[in-house]
């Protein structure tokens, strides 16, 4: 049996999943099949995760599953038979009406700040691409509660090589707070995509000027200026 420290620390820092996977394949433990299921998730292999989730109650992750699997329907009768007792919960009910474009509970600024990014890069590594266009059609109301949005799903949308869709966004959050060093470090990792180094190093030295020496775009620039 595994403790928790070690548990931890192979899930976490060493990520060896197959080794976990063999040890908590007969798990009693709610705590401990919530990471076997966590496991299946990042393979993509929601229909397990799945039905891990819900043999332990945690409906909401069962929800999320249903919804990766392409299930939205399911999801959200699921999730409006809970109370929504939590932020996830309320989460979940609003994404809903994103992705069948019928809004009207726009989420908290501290929902869309933990819930947002992971879900729409969940969506696009799922293969949900439709979810994930209406979720970020969207992005207009995400910002009436949190302004961060922009970047949020500029983020998401550089780390899965939509760096076109990417571009408007970043114009979008340069807009709003121009002085935030990641928006122009995110440019230059667009600009960096297609092979526009000029771009790439004006980017780069505005989010160190604006950064007060923001290390992720020293970093950068050193390597370019290396290459």
Known sequence: MINKHELFIEFYKN????????????????AQ???LARIYTKENNYELAGKIYKSIGYLYEYGRCLLLQGKAEKAKILWNSLEPASPAILWGQSLIEFI??????????????????????????????????????GADLF????TESYKFIA???????????AEVFLEKAKDICYVDPEVHFLCA?????????????????????????????KKLLDEINLA
């Open 15 to 30: 990520k060896n999943y197959e080794y976990l996977k063999e040890i908590l394949k007969n798990t009693t433990d709610s």
């Open 100 to 137: 069948e474009m019928y809004v009207v509970h726009i989420p908290t600024f501290f929902q869309i700040r933990s819930f947002l990014e992971m879900d729409l890069d969940a969506m696009l590594n799922a293969g949900q691409i439709r979810y994930a266009e209406n979720i970020i059609n």
């Open 189 to 217: 990792k667009c600009s960096l995509f297609y092979n526009d180094k000029t771009a790439a190093i004006k980017s780069l030295k505005t989010a160190i000027d604006e950064g007060f020496g923001y290390y992720p775009a």
């Open 33 to 35: 099949k919530a990471y």
């Open 155 to 165: 983020r998401v949308l550089v780390n899965n090589n939509y760096h076109k869709l």
């Open 143 to 146: 910002a009436r509660a949190n």
